[in-house]
């Protein structure tokens, strides 16, 4: 519903956490994303997440992006 010339300002994401760790990964330009706006404003968008499409799809090996028992990435 947006053209490829709308720009938008910064934009807040959503980020995971728990008791005793979390992580920040923020979307690069072009990432297709998933976006939500506060109180159904449209000048108060949220990025919920990313998403994979027939383009950018999941990596075909099955290894973590964190290591669970370190938290390292």
């Known amino acids: 519903w947006l053209d490829d010339t709308y720009v938008t300002d910064w934009v807040?994401?959503?980020?995971?956490g728990g008791?005793?760790?979390?992580?920040?990964f923020s979307?690069?330009?072009?990432d297709e994303v998933l976006v939500g706006f506060e109180q159904g404003l449209?000048?108060?968008p949220y990025v919920l997440g990313g998403l994979y499409n027939g383009v950018d799809k999941p990596s075909p090996h099955d290894v973590p992006l964190v290591d669970p028992?370190?938290?390292?990435?």
Do not use: I, Y
């Open 42 to 44: 449209l000048d108060s």
């Open 19 to 24: 008791q005793g760790g979390g992580g920040v």
């Open 12 to 16: 807040r994401t959503v980020q995971w």
């Open 69 to 73: 028992t370190s938290g390292k990435v």
């Open 27 to 30: 979307p690069e330009v072009n």
